[in-house]
């Protein structure tokens, strides 16, 4: 395989997990993107940024019309730079201007079934059926992260009386 010298960064970017940015995953909408995750310990996280918010407007040019691949590249950036997010939460009419910081982003390569309530810390709940013990695992990348994370998730499991897993591996190009 070529890689052509501007598809580096995004080669890099999914070999390692690693890149600048503020740590959130997006979806397409009709009037922006919706903030669908955010990554543990990211930015975004530290600076407030929740699930659902949908992003209107980057560094005050609007999403409405602006493919994936263009937010990703404008939200992403170099460690220490800002960027502004004008976001607006459901149920609300009032949009808000958030400023974050990147930073270096190590992509968690495995996910639960969802983000846990636990504050505001972004951790992965591990058991997609709580009462019978039913543990789910998406393994999203093979790197060298991967065999420490899946342990830890298994052992979180297993000490909470694990009874079966979902191993999900759709999107996974290892």
């Given amino acids: 395989t070529v890689i052509w010298p501007y598809a580096v960064d995004n080669f890099n970017k999914s070999m390692t997990g690693q890149f600048g940015g503020v740590g959130i995953h997006i979806s397409k909408e009709k009037d922006g993107f919706r903030v669908t995750s955010l990554i543990p310990d990211s930015p975004a996280l530290k600076a407030g940024l929740q699930a659902d918010a949908m992003i ?62 636990t504050g505001n810390e972004g951790r992965w709940d591990y ?17 060298e992260r991967t065999v420490p994370q899946v342990k830890a998730a298994l052992e979180q499991m297993e000490n909470a009386g694990l009874a079966g897993l979902i191993l999900d591996i759709r999107g996974n190009g290892g």
Wanted: aromatic share 6%; proline share 4%; hydrophobic share 35%.
């Fill in 127 to 143: 058991f997609l059926d709580e009462e019978n013990h039913i543990g789910y695992l998406s393994l999203k990348n093979f790197t």
């Fill in 56 to 117: 209107l407007a980057v560094d005050g040019e609007s999403t409405r019309d602006m493919s994936a691949a263009c937010a990703v590249q404008k939200i992403s950036g170099p460690v220490g730079t800002s960027v502004a997010l004008t976001i607006r939460y459901p149920d609300t009419d009032t949009d808000q201007l958030l400023t974050v910081t990147r930073s270096k982003i190590v992509l968690p390569v495995v996910e639960g079934s969802r983000q846990a309530d």
